[in-house]
T-cell receptor
């Protein structure tokens, strides 16, 4: 079992669809993150959950809605997306306050919005 | 504003050495990270520097100069599998990670 698992790997959706991305971490970490990765751009932090509480929401449009039911699972609910939302969505986890606090990433969901 | 600069793309030859530079301007500093990301895969942690100097890990080394706002990742004895993007990230005074856009490294035989 890999450390951080994301599903689906690929997703194509129309602008009127509703879909959800799922992330599960098997590392016993206490923080989880959603990042957006667009070509040739820095990673954009979207949401952070620490100890199951949302601690950061970086001005993300309301068409993205996160959910963290427990410390091992994280969802990103999508609705009425725009074509510019097409990107790679990465989930990550970490152990807060650990030395260096490195991130462990999932392989991402490649999202295409038509 | 906060900024991380690294070259967009570099090319090197198998068996050679390559140095990937990263310069940063951030509000405060609480550590610098390098991650490797193969195409279509998850970024994976390579190194962490919080004090000045060189950290060596096998074929990979990372250097930090806080006074110059500068780091580099040194890859020795390059292998074809080292073809990947290398991401530099800095933790600022609020412990927020600021990311560079990544350097795509192409290794040629």
């Amino acid at each position: 079992e890999t450390g951080v698992t994301q599903t689906p790997r690929h997703l194509v959706m129309g602008m009127t669809n509703k879909k959800s991305l799922k992330c599960e971490q098997h590392l016993g970490h206490n923080a989880m993150y959603w990042y957006k990765q667009s070509a040739k751009k820095p990673l954009e932090l979207m949401f952070v959950y620490s100890l199951e509480e949302r601690v950061e929401n970086n001005s993300v449009p309301s068409r993205f809605s996160p959910e963290c039911p427990n410390s091992s699972h994280l969802f990103l609910h999508l609705h009425t997306l725009q074509p510019e939302d097409s990107a790679l969505y990465l989930c990550a986890s970490s152990q807060v306050w650990a030395e260096g606090e490195k991130l462990f990433f999932g392989s991402g969901t490649q999202l295409s919005v038509l | 504003g906060q900024n991380i600069d690294q070259p967009t793309e570099m090319t090197a030859t198998e068996g050679a050495i390559v140095q990937i530079n990263c310069t940063y301007q951030t509000s405060g500093f609480n550590g610098l990270f390098w991650y490797q990301q193969h195409a279509g895969e998850a970024p994976t942690f390579l190194s962490y520097n919080v004090l000045d100097g060189l950290e060596e890990k096998g074929r990979f080394s990372s250097f930090l100069s806080r006074s110059k706002g500068y780091s580099y990742l040194l890859l020795k004895e390059l292998q074809m599998k080292d073809s990947a993007s290398y991401l530099c990230a800095v933790k600022d005074s609020n412990y927020q990670l600021i990311w560079g856009a990544g350097t795509k490294l192409i290794i040629k035989p």
